[in-house]
């Protein structure tokens, strides 16, 4: 039993590159979220996914695109990443309540 | 913003009780309180959650005032495992609004 995948762990990145975070569950949920976590701070909510074939904005959604492939799948862009982005991302999946939260172990993304 | 207010940080006896605070004064009606926690930087875990009765799980316990403005997550033999981050949040449960983490209270169990 997988749960929520995330790929890559780590990564580093220099200011202006571009990279897509990957993100999968095996437990056929239907809502899929991303969330970023600087240091000392809680989770904030970047985009979410309802349901297979829609996306909603969330708290912080400037500066990534995301694509819900399937329903298994989630991905999050950055475009042209910034310092700002330096972050660990945590992916997550849910039945659609909030008790049924499933959480990735996160990217630990470093923008330089 | 969260609508929770909790301290930033607590310590606890190894085997002892710990007794985790939440206010949430503006709750609404139909919105639960949800308890998660984050264990080094792992990804956060859901503990429980309630309406407005008491409720207890294999992990923890959570009692909510009778005006449901405040509650209170209980472990009740608290090990070093149990030191994390805990974050209380109060949510509508379905429909399109999400969790809203704020910074949670840190706790951490002494030996």
């Known amino acids: 039993n997988a749960g929520v995948t995330q790929t890559p762990k780590f990564q580093v990145l220099k200011t202006g590159q571009s990279m897509t975070l990957q993100c999968a569950q095996d437990m056929n949920h239907n809502s899929m979220y991303w969330y970023r976590q600087d240091p000392g701070m809680g989770l904030r909510l970047i985009y979410y996914s309802a349901s297979e074939g829609t996306t909603d904005k969330g708290e912080v959604p400037n500066g990534y695109n995301v694509s819900r492939l399937n329903k298994r799948e989630f991905s999050l862009r950055l475009e042209s990443a910034a310092p700002s982005q330096t972050s660990v991302y945590f992916c997550a999946s849910s039945v659609g309540n909030h008790y049924g939260y499933t959480f990735g172990s996160g990217t630990r993304l470093t923008v330089v | 913003d969260a609508k929770t207010t909790q301290p930033p940080s607590m310590d606890c006896a190894e085997g002892r009780a710990a007794n985790l605070p939440c206010n949430h004064s503006?709750?609404?009606?139909?919105?639960?309180v949800y308890w998660y926690r984050q264990i080094h930087s792992q990804g956060p875990q859901y503990i429980i959650h309630g309406l407005k009765n008491n409720e207890t799980n294999e992990m923890a316990s959570l009692i909510i005032t009778e005006d449901r403005k405040s509650s209170t997550l209980i472990l009740p033999h608290a090990t070093l495992r149990d030191t994390a981050v805990y974050y209380c949040i109060v949510a509508a449960q379905g429909g399109s609004e999400k969790l809203v983490f704020g910074k949670g209270t840190k706790l951490t169990v002494n030996p």
């Open positions: 503006t709750i609404s009606g139909n919105e639960y």
